[in-house]
Each structure stands twice: as structure tokens, then as C-alpha cells.
């Protein structure tokens, strides 16, 4: 609900996930409401890998970062292969 997670079944890949979030977010010019977006580009790797953490092995676009100052909720996600 706060954020996107991109998994791939066919392969590993280089991915970006992009998910669109309502709430409140810091700007230069003081504090905002409404939508805005947040990226996330990674290595994914296919299937499990127990040996990793999952935030190493898949993208993740997050709405709420505490240090960037962004507090929401995803409304809606997408995932690009941006090369193999």
C-alpha cells in the first residue's frame, strides 16, 4: 500500500519501477499535497535467492521515505525492463 515492489519471472534484468502516490511531500518550497512519484531502478534477479536480502534483489519505488520527507500511499505501478 505505500509503495511498489518489481519482480521477474522471465529473467534477471535491469528494471525500473515507478509507482504514483497521493499525500504529503517536501518541496523547495515548503510542504505539498497531492500526487507525486517515486523511481526505483535495479538488478532484478529471477526466482528466489535466500542468500540475499529482497531489497537487493528486486526494484522498489517506496511512497514513504522518512529522509526525503515524502508520506503516502501508491495508487498505481509500473515496471520497465530497461536492459537485459
Known sequence: MTGATGFCPGGDGYFTVEADCFGVFVTRGGLGFGPYRQTSQRHAY???HPEMDA???HPRAECNEFITGHFGIATD???YETFR
Open 46 to 48: 529471477a526466482g528466489p
Open 55 to 57: 531489497t537487493q534483489t
Open 77 to 79: 505501478a509500473r515496471l
